[in-house]
């Protein structure tokens, strides 16, 4: 049981880690000729890197006899503006990363009692900052710079990172919660010398 409590956290940081690989923001829209998406990744947002572009344009295709959409492949000649789209809250992924990292190193570097309170400070700092910084994301596209058919939505990534993060925040402030009241009764019944 005592090795379960003390490595469960940890690989479930690690785990986090991993959703950042996950679309976090999408600036996605569509007409009746054209339907595109730019997705950022976690850890895109992180680092400053752009966005992975998906677009499909209404194209005649002989063999059906009709118009239909036809991805556009990436070697295309480039469509919207030249430079990547610059996106703020990248200080505030950084911080967020940093959180799921100080939750993978608590079980090295904190001591046994504080591990679980820095573990859900972790969870709870890296949630609170994926959400302030996709705010700024979001906000970047409000309103849309190209078109009003655009719009900006959180994706699956972020939804799931944040879920982690906030249910990994819960568990070890209820864990430690249980820890604290079990050495608390133990020293009222005499058990433990104080």
């Known amino acids: 049981m005592d090795w379960i409590r003390t490595n469960v956290s ?3 940081f690690a785990a986090v880690a991993l959703l950042f690989a996950l679309p976090v923001a999408e600036l996605k829209g569509e007409a009746e000729e054209w339907r595109g998406a730019v997705t950022w990744t976690g850890w895109g947002l992180t680092v400053g890197g752009g966005g992975q572009v998906h677009l499909e344009t209404l ?3 002989g063999d059906l006899g ?3 959409m036809h991805e556009v492949p990436n070697e295309a000649p480039q469509i919207g503006p ?3 789209i610059y996106l703020p809250g990248q200080p505030l992924f950084m911080v967020a990363a ?13 001591s046994v009692s504080s591990r679980l309170v820095v573990s859900a400070v972790a969870a709870f700092v890296a949630a609170g900052a994926l959400a302030l910084g996709l705010r700024g994301v979001l906000r ?7 078109d ?7 994706a699956v990534g972020f939804w799931l990172t944040v879920g982690a993060l906030v249910l990994l925040g819960v568990g070890n402030v209820i864990v430690g919660y249980r820890l604290w009241r ?10 433990v010398p104080r």
Do not use: Q
Request: without cysteine; proline residues 12%; glycine residues 6%.
């Open 148 to 154: 009003e058919a655009m719009s900006a939505v959180p």
């Open 82 to 84: 030249e430079e990547p």
């Open 66 to 68: 009709r118009y239909v």
């Open 59 to 61: 194209l005649w295709d």
């Open 98 to 110: 940093l959180g799921v990292v100080a939750g993978v190193l608590a079980r090295i570097l904190a």
């Open 140 to 146: 970047r596209f409000d309103p849309p710079p190209f």
């Open 182 to 191: 079990r050495a608390e009764a133990a020293v009222i019944d005499g058990n």
């Open 10 to 12: 940890p690989l479930a």
